[in-house]
């Protein structure tokens, strides 16, 4: 952690983008911990298709390049050069995937098969991609469309990758083998031969190294969402503006799922496109609740304590995830195994006690960040 800062109240924020993010990581730490017999909405697709489940990470994603925007931004506007963000930036980009490393190795840390990839880790190389892309194209008249060329440049380009580059060892995807072969495709080649036997899962990662390219994109759309944000046109405009790019993006995805299917575990371009268009909807629909309907009391509050504090709450909980597994009540049963089955799968039907645990789960992470944002102290990573 950089540092532990009093920040200016959430009111004088975006309080519909905080209370998004927080309720983005909330879920977050629900799905990571979903007992033994969720139901299918908090599982992630087996493969082709999305759940629900499938659009928290993108929507963060998502909001980790409109915050990129507006810190620098704030930082800009201070009077601060553009080289003197340099430093901030890779130090963060560091932090943020030292932490990842350290959540996947925690507690045992086993070296030797230590998986490098991760959610932190994207995270970071999607911020630091995100930050210098900014800096370089800020006072350009064609910014807009810099950023748009580059976003469809991801999309396409990884999809002639995944639909016509050849595997080595398969062949041709569509051709010689079933395009999106879960073994058979180039991003799971590619990470099996870069860090075999680190793998989540075995023979590919949802967070591998080609699929960083439109995993970027997905925070390029956080940073058009952030220029469109601050034009000079009315709250109400900004909304509406953001429900139709959304709508556009959800039908625009649907429209190539059949040639490019929507994958979460490969970040496809269709999956990119439905994905955003759903953070752009579900943004929306917090900005009218929030900031034009004015529907801030009573249920804000607990959403923001994650939202201030995202990466924070987000640690605690793999590590204290981490601490349950680890930590055995008989030699074949871990701790958070053993709650799980005398205290919530008492409760029929077992998608209900799986449900009651996350949720359970979640409230237990939210207490520390709780008792940091009544102090004021918001840890920026």
């Not at 429900?243 to 995805?253: F, N």
């Amino acid at each position: 952690m950089t540092s532990a800062s009093v920040e200016r109240p959430a009111s004088s924020r975006i309080l519909s983008l905080d209370v998004l993010r927080g309720i983005t990581i909330a879920f977050m730490i629900m799905v990571n911990n979903n007992g033994m017999h969720a139901w299918s909405p908090f599982e992630h697709s087996a493969w082709n298709g999305c759940t629900p489940t499938d659009l928290v990470f993108p929507t963060f994603l998502f909001l980790v390049g409109v915050t990129t925007v507006i810190s620098l931004e704030s930082r800009l506007n201070r009077g601060e050069s553009r080289a003197s963000q340099l430093p901030h930036i890779f130090r963060r980009f560091v932090l943020l995937f030292l932490l990842g490393l350290f959540v996947n190795g925690f507690p045992e840390f086993p070296f030797a098969h230590l998986r490098i990839y991760g959610v932190l880790q994207r995270i970071a190389i999607c911020y630091l991609i995100v930050s210098l892309l900014w800096l370089a194209i800020r006072g350009s008249q064609r910014r807009v469309a810099a950023l748009i060329g580059l976003l469809l440049a991801c999309l396409a380009g990884y999809w002639i990758l995944m639909r016509f580059v050849p595997v080595p060892g398969y062949g041709v995807p569509g051709r010689d083998i079933p395009l999106l072969d879960k073994d058979a495709n180039v991003v799971a080649w590619l990470d099996r031969h870069i860090f075999p036997g680190r793998l989540y899962e075995g023979t590919r990662d949802p967070e591998g190294l080609l699929s960083d390219i439109p995993s970027i994109a997905t925070a390029i759309f956080g940073v058009l969402t952030a220029l469109w944000l601050r034009t000079n046109r009315t709250i109400q405009r900004k909304a509406a503006g953001l429900l139709a790019g959304g709508a556009l993006c959800i039908l625009l995805g649907e429209l190539w799922n059949p040639w490019f299917p929507i994958n979460k575990k490969l970040w496809t371009s269709s999956y990119v496109l439905f994905a955003g268009g759903c953070s752009l909807v579900l943004w929306a629909l917090c900005m009218f609740l929030i900031d034009i309907k004015g529907w801030k009391k009573g249920w804000t509050g607990f959403w923001l304590v994650f939202g201030m504090n995202a990466i924070t709450a987000y640690v605690f909980s793999e590590v204290l995830s981490g601490l349950g597994g680890f930590i055995h009540v008989s030699p074949h049963i871990g701790l958070d195994a053993w709650i799980y089955g005398h205290v919530f799968a008492i409760v029929p039907p077992p998608g209900l006690a799986s449900l009651l645990y996350s949720i359970c789960f979640m409230l237990i992470c939210w207490i520390p960040v709780a008792i940091l944002y009544r102090r004021k102290i918001f840890i920026r990573v």
